[in-house]
């Protein structure tokens, strides 16, 4: 598991982003002004937003989606859709949703104040707070570690795989050229992944008319699935995103305190 300092932020310059729709500023005291603002503001702390990756994986199956010829579905069948498949059953997710939460329990008053995106940290506590995160990764990693270790982890996907692919048998006619197997084995999926890769394959380019279409339809639409648990746990990250200010919003304002911030913070996302 791992956490990602991303380049997400706000371009500093206009002319370094796609919007034409951005003020600039246009005189050299009022930059001045605004790059002291800015690094007073650094100094006090800064805003982030955080989001915690790879927890809830699910997908769900569209005969439209698809493109499964009508002649192939049960008649009225042609917009059938599943309902939302989730790689894990609801009581884990609950406790997942909870461990979720208590990342962001570290922000209090104070330690930070809320934005609409998240929350500006105040510069005494970016050390903490690095902890934190930390402390949470390797408590997410035990608890799945405790809760889907041993062939656990691997249960719970051919189950989400064989809900996927029991709706497609579900709704299929007698004329379907498909086959579908009583009993689904792991091995067998990781081939048929390797096939997808090798060549290429999309459900637009998927050929509806040999035997494994529904295996090969349902692969793509589980590939965010890691296979086995090891993987899993590689793609839950704590992701944290430091975000900076337009210097336009800053050319007319005076920041030398946390109030100022949030002043400002107010005044930038009432007008969005």
């Known amino acids: 598991m791992s956490h990602f300092d991303t380049t997400g932020q706000l371009a500093l310059f206009p002319e370094l982003i796609d919007s034409p729709e951005l003020p600039s500023i246009s005189t050299l005291p009022e930059f001045d002004r605004a790059l002291h603002n800015l690094i007073k503001m650094s100094d006090l702390g800064a805003f982030i937003s955080i989001t915690v990756h790879g927890l809830d994986k699910s997908f769900s199956v569209h005969a439209r989606e698809l493109e499964i010829p009508e002649d192939f579905l049960l008649d009225g069948r042609g917009d059938a859709a599943s309902q939302q498949i989730h790689l894990f059953p609801e009581s884990l997710r609950h406790q997942v949703r909870r461990l979720s939460y208590d990342v962001k329990r570290f922000f209090n008053k104070e330690n930070s104040f809320r934005t609409p995106f998240g929350y500006f940290l ?44 029991r709706f497609l048998e579900s709704i ?12 689904l084995l792991l091995g067998d999926l990781k081939e048929f992944r390797k096939k997808i890769k090798t060549e290429n394959l999309t459900l637009h380019s998927l050929d509806k008319t040999t035997p494994d279409f529904p295996t090969l339809a349902i692969a793509l639409k589980t590939a965010h699935f890691p296979t086995d648990l090891i993987t899993f ?6 992701q944290f995103d430091f975000k900076s200010i337009h210097l336009d919003y800053l050319k007319n304002v005076e920041i030398t305190t946390v109030d100022d911030v949030i002043n400002l913070s107010k005044s930038i996302w009432s007008k969005t």
């Open 172 to 183: 299929k006619d007698e004329t379907a050229p498909w086959e579908f197997s009583d009993k």
């Open 233 to 238: 746990l590689k793609q839950v990250n704590i």
């Open 122 to 165: 105040f510069r005494p506590y970016f050390r903490i707070w690095s902890k934190s995160v930390r402390e949470q990764e390797q408590r997410l990693t035990g608890f799945f570690t405790d809760a889907l270790s041993g062939r656990i982890y691997g249960n719970h996907f051919m189950e989400a795989f064989e809900t996927g692919y």
